[in-house]
């Protein structure tokens, strides 16, 4: 079935320093990609989304390219603020089946230090 | 203005009781969602609704029971609440076809 798969956190990195986390998706037809983020006591936020193979979708620094060779969406950011400790969501969006759902994998908490 | 709202933020109940969640959205929008996400974080689709007909029924216990008088609102009625309940339930909407799904802000279901 239809699926995502993002490598599991915790992730702890020191402020400025390169991230990357993981996406990979199972799909049958051709989805559209997001990364959400969930800020500690806060809802889902779209970050950034890509919805044709090569595109990158890119938002507060952060970037991430939909790869259909290698079904990826790996999300990048050069340099990492304390601010951006949150959880981060990889989903995918069926189209253009009317039963459309957004599928997300189980989420990767990063902590940020000082 | 916000895009999909949902109603209370937080709700904390006695187990057996009963409570809704109320969600609307002002985007036009045909397609509402329930998610529900648990302790882990993990976000499990629960119901979809298009046009106020049901697309979408994950495997829910009965008790929960969505409701969508209109295409702008999906609400979600719990009967006789258990512990295992406790969870933040988030409301969503896209249009069919489109390629972006928006979510409300969350509300906190605590059962005590």
């Known amino acids: 079935g239809d699926s995502v798969t993002q490598m599991e956190g915790p992730v702890t990195l020191s402020e400025e320093a390169f991230l990357t986390i993981n996406c990979t998706y199972t799909?049958?037809?051709?989805?559209?990609l997001f990364w959400y983020v969930q800020y500690p006591g806060e809802g889902l936020q779209l970050l950034l989304k890509a919805t044709k193979a090569d595109d990158k979708g890119s938002n507060k620094g952060f970037e991430a390219t939909y790869r259909k060779e290698t079904t990826s969406f790996h999300l990048e950011k050069g340099s990492v603020q304390v601010s951006d400790s949150a959880v981060y969501f990889c989903a995918l969006k069926l189209l253009p089946y009317r039963d459309d759902k957004i599928i997300f994998g189980k989420g990767t908490r990063l902590h940020i230090l000082p | 203005d916000t895009a999909v709202s949902q109603t209370p933020k937080y709700l904390v109940t006695q187990m057996g009781n009963d409570k809704s969640i109320k969600c609307e959205q002002n985007?036009?929008?045909?397609?509402m969602y329930w998610y529900k996400q648990d302790s882990k974080k993990f976000l499990k689709i629960m119901f979809s609704?298009?046009?106020?007909?049901?697309?979408i029924n994950e495997t829910v216990p009965n008790r929960f029971s969505p409701k969508s008088p209109d295409k702008a609102h999906l609400n979600l009625h719990i009967n006789s609440l258990e512990l295992g309940d406790s969870a933040v339930y988030f409301c969503a909407s896209s249009q069919v076809g489109g390629n972006t799904i928006y979510f409300g802000e969350g509300s906190w279901l605590t059962v005590v």
């Open positions: 985007l036009g929008h045909d397609t």
């Open positions: 799909a049958t037809g051709y989805p559209s």
């Open positions: 609704y298009n046009n106020k007909e049901l697309i």
